[in-house]
């Protein structure tokens, strides 16, 4: 449990904790599309041989400084740890919002305090809450980087920040490789793309077109309103067969849209498309929506939120467990947390 006296403090220093910013280091990293893709300049984790990799997805916990979501991510680490306890993941990795509110300098420590006791390497990504506050992104990043188990690197700042790769190998082979991107909309977006397929490009030819590769990110492309659109019979309140879907949709699809409330498409799974090595899509964002669906061959997966900071459905409290095998990504369930009870349910 957190201290309360970290509540306290925020609560006394609320005036300093609003008015004040909190500005970190620009990254001099430059992306080159020329570049060979080189694993030892990406996050190398290492599956065993016979032994399936686990990965864990919490996203939108939502630590705040001094408002109610303090003391709301008092259970949401509780769940947290009941997670991981339970599923004994070799990678954690967060879709976004760790931290929210007009104040993130205290909660950004207390939830990079919290993943650090776990021993477990983990890999997090910025969602439009996370910077929303007195603290910007790269501040952020540096104390998320204090802990000596997180993967994030700031990436090149034209692209954002947080655009990053880590690898799973097995026996020297490349068996699974997460893009994981930062998702907001105020960088350049066309170099992005480029360096998305790029890296699905380079995991391709270090692997001789054997080893997966999936996307994971904050707010869902456009196409998750498409595949919801196609997937979802109103009439009939279930799911088309040939989309191979589960789970609900308890809110609006928030991909980033125009005035007039139409998606935008900025060419994401254009990308995704053309490289031929990525059937999976992971998002966080929508605390009440936890579908998957295969969308013109690609799996479009909603990560189950974790804690009820900022809002939430009722029982959708919990992580996403990813399965990864010799071949790549098998498998994923959400794990639901009801206080002393667990359910678990097939995604895909």
Not at 188 to 200: D, F, G, L, P, R
Not at 224 to 247: P, T, V
């Amino acid at each position: 449990m957190f201290p309360l006296s970290r509540f306290v403090h925020a609560f006394l220093h609320e005036t300093e904790t609003k008015n004040a910013k909190f500005v970190g280091t620009v990254s001099d990293e430059a992306f080159n599309p020329n570049a060979r893709y080189d694993l030892s300049e990406t996050a190398v984790l290492k599956k065993e041989k016979d032994k399936d990799f686990i990965i864990l997805n919490i996203t939108d916990p939502h630590f705040s400084d001094y408002d109610i979501r303090t003391l709301l991510a008092i259970p949401a680490a509780r769940t947290i740890r009941r997670l991981v306890r339970q599923v004994k993941p070799d990678l954690i990795t967060v879709t976004g919002d760790m931290v929210c509110g007009a104040s993130t300098r205290l909660s950004v420590d207390r939830f990079t305090a919290l993943m650090d006791s776990f021993h477990i390497p983990w890999a997090p990504m910025f969602g439009n809450h996370d910077a929303e506050s007195n603290c910007d992104r790269n501040f952020l990043a540096e104390h998320l980087q204090q802990s000596q188990y997180c993967l994030l690197q700031k990436g090149d700042p034209a692209m954002g920040e947080g655009n990053y790769i880590v690898n799973i190998t097995e026996d020297d082979r490349l068996v699974e490789s997460l893009i994981l991107i930062d998702t907001q909309t105020n960088h350049n977006i066309e170099k992005q793309k480029q360096w998305m397929a790029w890296a699905a490009q380079g995991a391709k030819e270090l692997s001789d077109g054997q080893a997966q590769v999936s996307v994971f990110g904050h707010i869902p492309f456009a196409q998750y309103q498409a595949a919801y659109d196609e997937a979802w019979d109103e009439k009939s309140k279930k799911w088309r067969n040939e989309f191979g879907a589960s789970g609900r949709a308890f809110e609006r699809i928030c991909c980033h849209r125009n005035q007039d409330g139409s998606p935008i498409e900025f060419g994401y799974f254009d990308v995704i498309k053309k490289a031929e090595n990525i059937p999976f899509v992971f998002c966080g964002h929508e605390h009440m929506n936890n579908f998957s669906l295969v969308y013109d061959g690609v799996r479009l997966t909603y990560t189950l939120k974790v804690g009820k900071g900022s809002g939430y459905q009722s029982g959708f409290n919990g992580g996403t467990v990813i399965t990864v095998g010799s071949s790549g990504i098998q498998r994923a369930e959400h794990r639901y947390i009801h206080g002393f009870f667990t359910k678990t349910e097939s995604v895909f």
